[in-house]
Nanobody, 115 residues
Framework: QVRLVESGGDLVQPGGSLKLSCAAS????????MRWYRQAPGKERAFVAK???????DYADSVKGRFAISRDGNKKTLYLQMNSLKPEDTAVYYC?????????WGQGTQVTVSS
């Protein structure tokens, strides 16, 4: 059973930075893609960033230039570096991975951007 465990969420001031981690229970290069999603209060879960097994990355327009997705195969961990944070980035952030049609989700980590 694949497990994904997020960490790193916190309360941060506007303009600050935060780095999220997603630890996987198996070799992350088994996954076709790994992604970050977020869900703000009262809103649907939304795509944030993606990295494919080949290393291609993609971002939601709202985070381009501020967020960076990366991974460490040795640590079996996916990261999301978040800079220039805004109050509208406040959400629960979820890690996602898929192997073809099989999808896996983490439990989420709370990020709050507020002064």
């Amino acid at each position: 059973q694949v497990r994904l465990v997020e960490s790193g969420g916190d309360l941060v001031q506007p303009g600050g930075s935060l780095k999220l981690s997603c630890a996987a229970s198996e070799n992350i290069f088994n996954f076709n893609t790994m992604r970050w999603y977020r869900q703000a209060p009262g809103k649907e879960r939304a795509f944030v960033a993606k990295i494919t097994v080949g290393g291609t990355v993609d971002y939601a327009d709202s985070v381009k230039g501020r967020f960076a997705i990366s991974r460490d195969g040795n640590k079996k961990t996916l990261y999301l570096q978040m800079n220039s944070l805004k109050p509208e980035d406040t959400a629960v952030y979820y890690c996602y991975a898929n192997i073809l049609s099989r999808e896996y989700w983490g439990q989420g980590t709370q990020v709050t951007v507020s002064s």
